[in-house]
């Protein structure tokens, strides 16, 4: 980890916008957001003035929701809070190719596209793993378990800051759970992401105990508490 790390995992939002999934931003000024469809997540500079907040509330328009995900600074005091969620960020620490226990789970894993939209989209409803929209799918690679044709289980690459990919969406179908589905997901998706270079990261909701236990199992270690926020502009 070097400060550039430190710099890049504080600000994912910004940084992914700006650069990697920059083809899917909406920008004003020093102010950004996704693409309809494809997240909610909105960023302003690290250290924000008023002008940015405004460029923010002009690009996202009156009465909008600011998702601003693990953004330390306090909006203007017109903007309403909608949400406070405690979580950690993990970072991938194995150093190498992930394929320790609880990696492989004998399932066959397979690419989702657009043409499976609904499928994620049911999925994501019955586990409710953390946002996803329909395009959401665009900003990397999805992998997914069918079982006689249903998709029970998937997981995919989110935000993309500079040396660093997210993994998200990580979901298994109640009556599929405990079969080592979401293990080899993950493991599957952070040995793709350490091929092209770059080291996986991920947020989860402090109360999930359940995949953070998950998450060190495969080798991925708290880096820091974050809060995420969410508001409405004036
Ligand atoms: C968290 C979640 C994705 C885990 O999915 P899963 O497919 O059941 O996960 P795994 O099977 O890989 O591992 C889960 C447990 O099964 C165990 N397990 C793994 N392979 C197994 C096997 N072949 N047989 C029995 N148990 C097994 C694991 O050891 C693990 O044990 P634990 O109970 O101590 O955690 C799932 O519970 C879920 O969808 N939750 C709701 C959405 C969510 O919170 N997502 C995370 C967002 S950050």
Redesign the pocket.
Known sequence: MTSDDDLVLDDPVGRSLGGRHAHLARRLGRAATYLTDVATFASVSTQPDAADWADLAELLGPGAFADMFNCPAAPPPSWEPVFNLEGRQMIWSGGGHPDGP?AQ?GADLVELGPDIVPDMLDLVAR????PFWPRTHELGTYLGIRVDGTLV?MAGERLRPPGWTEISA???APE?????????LVSALAAHIVARGDRPF????ET?T??I??YE?LGFKSRRQVTFRGFRTP
């Open positions: 609880g789970s586990t409710e793993p953390g289980a990580v979901c298994t599929a759970r405990g079969r080592g589905y979401a293990g080899h991920l947020h989860v909701a999930n359940s995949a236990a998950l199992r």
